[in-house]
């Protein structure tokens, strides 16, 4: 599984999820500062299989029904680290299954 982080999601997270997980992060692949239909775009054809984000506001600001790839947001009551590492086994569950082009929320 390819996952991006999106760069508002700590870069640490990535060290928190299992090794069939091939986590890499914007500010690695250049891509600091695109607007989020943009990320989705290059995400895509990238070949990475979904995007991890923090940004509650991303599902608003994209047209649901034409995302390229699915899109997992973790909520928390903020975004540090040690609030976001107890989701991450749920964010796992929802990437193992078969997954579809939408909006995932992970709840704290």
Excluded: K
């Excluded at 990535?14 to 250049?30: K, L, Y």
């Excluded at 991450?88 to 082009?101: F, K, M, N, T, Y």
């Amino acid at each position: 599984m390819r996952v991006l982080l999106d760069e508002s999601t700590p870069r640490r997270l990535a060290s928190s999820f299992p090794v069939s997980f091939e986590i890499q992060t914007v500010q690695q692949m250049g891509w600091a500062g695109c607007g989020n239909g943009a990320l989705l775009r290059l995400a895509a054809d990238h070949g990475f299989d979904s995007i991890i984000t923090v940004d509650q506001g991303f599902e608003y600001q994209q047209n649901v029904a034409n995302l390229p790839i699915p899109v997992v947001i973790m909520i928390a009551r903020r975004t540090r680290l040690q609030e976001l590492i107890p989701l991450v086994p749920e964010v796992v569950a929802a990437l193992s299954g078969d997954l579809e082009r939408r909006i995932y929320r992970v709840v704290a």
